[in-house]
């Protein structure tokens, strides 16, 4: 099955958009268990794979067999036959996503991408605006378990971001998802352009910078989060 924001239709059409034209290879005959996920993964035969890589040749899949919406990828049953992408579509995938060779990322940057696929594929993230709605601010929160303590919140934060009065994306506040650095307030600050800043004691430092294609996707999340956000009183 589809991953809880990635049925976002904007979502999908972004990313589509964005994926390399590949072959039709082998047909696959759909067995009881299987989704587009499942395939994707098994497909990339890659240990290592990220959520977001998986997430991408599950949309390729898709693609290739005219699936554009989330009711169509989900709606495959036992039997029914689609074309797997040829064997090159994964080499083709990797060069698609890097073009240009890539510097070491910051802890920021790091932790900016982590945030982005948890909000992806964690089916417990929502999000609230704040009153009153004029200043579309918008919390995002998560539930979470802390495996060593056994601490459980059903309303962890996960980030806060504010959108300007057209829609788009103005700020975003994150925390490092490795270490508190900030105990007071979110540990980074992020503007529309991508430059990450960090306060230390009222003067911004520079930490990082989102590439344009991860901050657009992180951009239609968020925005696509607001639409659906209720506002907390």
Do not use: C
């Amino acid at each position: 099955m589809v991953e809880k924001v990635s049925g976002e239709q904007a979502y999908i059409n972004y990313v589509m958009s964005r994926l390399p034209e590949v072959n039709r290879g082998e047909v696959h005959t759909m067995q009881r268990g299987d989704n587009l996920w499942n395939l994707a993964k098994k497909a990339l035969n890659k240990k290592d794979a990220t959520n977001q890589e998986i997430s991408n040749y599950m949309l390729l899949i898709a693609k290739l067999n005219n699936l554009e919406t989330v009711e169509e990828m989900n709606g495959l049953k036992i039997s029914d036959k689609i074309y797997m992408p040829e064997v090159s579509a994964v080499k083709a995938l990797d060069s698609a996503q890097n073009q240009t060779p890539q510097k070491p990322r910051t802890t920021a940057e790091i932790s900016i991408q982590k945030l982005k696929d948890t909000i992806l594929n964690d089916r417990t993230v929502f999000t609230e605006q704040t009153y009153p709605g004029f200043l579309n601010l918008y919390h995002v929160y998560h539930e979470y378990r802390d495996p060593e303590t056994g601490y459980h919140s059903y309303k962890s934060p996960l980030m806060s971001f504010s959108l300007n009065y057209d829609g788009s994306l103005k700020e975003v506040s994150f925390d490092d998802t490795e270490k508190e650095l900030n105990p007071i307030r979110y540990d980074y600050d992020m503007d529309a352009k991508g430059n990450i800043v960090i306060d230390n004691m009222g003067h911004k430092i520079s930490v990082g910078k989102m590439n344009k294609e991860e901050l657009e996707e992180l951009k239609t999340i968020l925005q696509n989060q607001a639409k659906g956000a209720k506002i907390s009183y």
